[in-house]
């Protein structure tokens, strides 16, 4: 069955770092724009917080901008988001959502029900 699965989240403290995986399975990701997204408890998910594409083409919403690093490993067919410098408000539910061969542009503009895939999400706490 090809699908998304996110790893990595977990409890730390503020200004610490974690680095969250986005494995595909049943598929290849080297031509799937990957998007990463954060929903806090209770709320609705935000937009992308950041985008890779597969030929190198990277977004960063404001809020994560040189803090978050997106980078693939197209061997382990996994894309990770490497989070720095982490803040109460990053706690949340991490989702990664994949879409073939699509540009940042586009992939800003598709609503949930049109990416190919979704993970299931992993959770983050960041608190003292």
């Known amino acids: 069955q090809a699908q998304l699965v996110e790893s990595g989240g977990g409890l730390v403290q503020p200004g610490d770092s974690l680095r969250l995986a986005c494995t595909a399975s049943?598929?290849?990701?080297?031509?799937?724009?990957i998007a990463w997204f954060h929903q806090v408890p209770g709320k609705e998910r935000e937009g992308a917080l950041c985008?890779?594409?597969?030929?190198?083409?990277?977004y960063y919403k404001d809020s994560v901008k040189g803090r978050f690093t997106i980078e693939r490993d197209n061997a382990k067919n996994t894309v990770y988001l490497q989070m720095n410098y982490l803040k109460p408000e990053d706690t949340g539910v991490y989702y990664c959502?994949?879409?073939?061969?699509?540009?940042?542009?586009?992939?800003?503009?598709?609503?949930?029900?049109?990416?190919?895939?979704w993970g299931k999400g992993t959770l983050v706490t960041v608190s003292s």
């Open positions: 959502a994949g879409k073939r061969t699509t540009t940042i542009a586009s992939m800003l503009r598709t609503p949930d029900q049109g990416m190919d895939y």
């Open positions: 049943g598929f290849s990701l080297w031509d799937y724009t």
């Open positions: 985008i890779g594409t597969g030929d190198g083409n990277t």
